[in-house]
């Protein structure tokens, strides 16, 4: 998926994507450039969510509940984000 990078000031694909639901409940996909390796963030809607988790899955050969956006860790003060 492309995302704005802010170092290189457009628009290039993400590496090792990784979708989170944040205390307020709203998903965003992490990632990085693939050009400056850069870290990247962006909001997204659930259903975006929901497709991009059953693509990853589906790639990495996993079998995944009917709601896969239960599988998407919680982040907030307290917890830790592990990529």
Known sequence: MKMYCL???KHT???KANVIQTKNGKY???GKCLICNQM???FIS???A???VRSIATTAGKK???NPLSEIPILGPLTD???
Request: aromatic share 4%; net charge positive.
């Open 28 to 30: 965003n996909m992490k």
């Open 46 to 48: 659930k259903q975006q």
């Open 40 to 42: 990247k963030s962006k």
């Open 64 to 66: 995944l509940p009917d």
């Open 7 to 9: 170092k290189c000031k």
């Open 50 to 52: 929901s497709g991009i």
């Open 81 to 83: 984000l592990i990529y």
């Open 13 to 15: 694909e993400t590496g």
